[in-house]
């Protein structure tokens, strides 16, 4: 049974989660992430779970590395710059193959910088973020609905892989309400514990588990890499994820994730209106990026006489634009439009820029 509630991005993240069966909830606000925090604590409790705010976020990952390695369904969150702080932590969860949901709702940079919306931690989150040769599964929702939605999907992804994912959303999306359908059913469906082997939960009645990223024999940490290298390709060969519109026809191919692929949405259905041929990517695990469409769409499966044009837009300096470059491969002409520091590239520059660069 469901029941349409209206709540913010932050909100909808946090009850997403509680529905996902998280049990253990560390973390330190942050503007614009504070409703998400506010909400855990107001009802994790209620939902027989531990809410803890750490006095810090280097304490808030490191209690969620803990909470993890006894198999608890753990979740922290925060903004870029707690986010920052975080990674080493983050770094120490993929060392020892834990699933953890990492929250980033994105402020603009560098530094302190404010408290405007930006994508400008992309880099952060899909190039590891903290030290070592690793990846974090990297999802990003445009709605408050879908933000809701993907918590389930990150809680299962991250223990299919033991492996840490990263919600990555901004502060409009974080702040923006919008009624929603949440299943009142799924809490109790989901909250069932999940048997997980590796856990620590004592070994009276077996051998112990051991958990640790610190390996000093001779080769001991490249096995562990290669292990590690193992995995992140099965993840991009398996969960690449996406919406695409209009792409058998575009000639202008728009890539945009998060909030500023509704925005772009906008653009592609006023220009549509006037027989304009655009498309839209909208990637919505940033890692695995969806190189694959991509390939697809400029290997001729799409029936194109011609290479399509792509534009990229975000609000960054271009950082998923290296991405679409790499999976482009100089094979079409990438144009891009961005903004940082709380700009956002509305639907009439985004019309400006194709009428521009596509006739």
């Keep these: ?38 909400y ?4 994790m409790p209620k939902a027989g779970g531990v809410f803890i705010q750490a006095e810090s976020e280097l304490a808030a990952i490191n209690m969620v590395f803990g909470a993890s390695a006894t198999g608890t369904r753990a979740m ?52 590891g973020g903290g030290h070592g040769d690793y990846h974090c599964i990297v999802l990003a929702p445009s709605t408050v609905q879908e933000a809701h939605d993907l918590m389930p999907l990150s809680f299962d992804l991250a223990d299919k892989y033991r492996n840490p994912i990263i919600v990555l959303g901004d502060g409009m999306l974080g702040q923006m309400m919008e009624p929603i359908f949440v299943m009142r059913h799924a809490s109790r469906v989901a ?11 004592g070994c009276k009645e077996r051998n112990p588990n051991v958990i640790k990223s610190l390996y000093l024999k ?28 209009h792409l058998d026809t575009a000639e202008v191919i ?3 994730y998060g909030i500023m692929a509704r925005i772009a949405k906008a653009a592609v259905n006023k220009l549509r209106a006037k027989g304009k041929k655009v498309g839209l990517i909208r990637p919505i695990t940033l890692w695995p990026f969806p190189e694959t469409l991509i390939t697809q769409i400029l290997s001729g499966l799409h029936k194109k006489k011609h290479s399509p044009l792509f534009l990229v837009v975000e ?24 903004r940082a520091g709380g700009g ?16």
Excluded: H
């Excluded at 209206?6 to 942050?30: M, R």
């Excluded at 855990?40 to 009802?43: D, G, S, V």
């Excluded at 470059?325 to 990438?334: F, Q, R």
């Excluded at 956002?344 to 006739?359: A, F, L, N, Q």
């Design 76 to 127: 922290t969150s925060s903004s870029s710059p707690g986010m920052s702080l975080k990674q080493e932590g983050i770094s120490y969860i993929a060392g020892t193959q834990l699933p953890a949901v990492i929250v980033n709702i994105m402020r603009g940079g560098p530094g302190l910088g404010n408290i405007t919306p930006a994508q400008s931690d992309y880099f952060q989150a899909t190039r």
């Design 254 to 256: 728009i890539v945009a």
């Design 218 to 245: 001779e080769g001991a940490l490249e096995k562990l890499n290669l292990l590690l290298q193992k995995k992140y390709k099965i993840i991009k060969e398996k969960e690449q994820r996406y919406e695409s519109l």
């Design 1 to 38: 049974m469901s029941k349409k509630i209206l709540l913010s991005g932050n909100e909808a993240i946090a009850q997403g989660a509680l529905d996902a069966g998280c049990y253990f909830y560390a973390g330190y606000p942050i503007t614009p992430q504070n409703e998400l925090i506010s």
């Design 344 to 359: 956002i590239p509305t639907e009439e520059e985004i019309i400006s820029k194709i009428k521009r660069i596509g006739g």
């Design 191 to 201: 909250r069932k514990r999940i048997t997980k082997k590796w856990a620590l939960t």
């Design 315 to 338: 609000m960054s300096y271009g950082q998923m634009l290296e991405d679409v470059k790499l999976a482009v491969n100089g094979k079409a002409k990438v144009e891009f439009l961005g």
């Design 40 to 43: 855990m604590a107001a009802n």
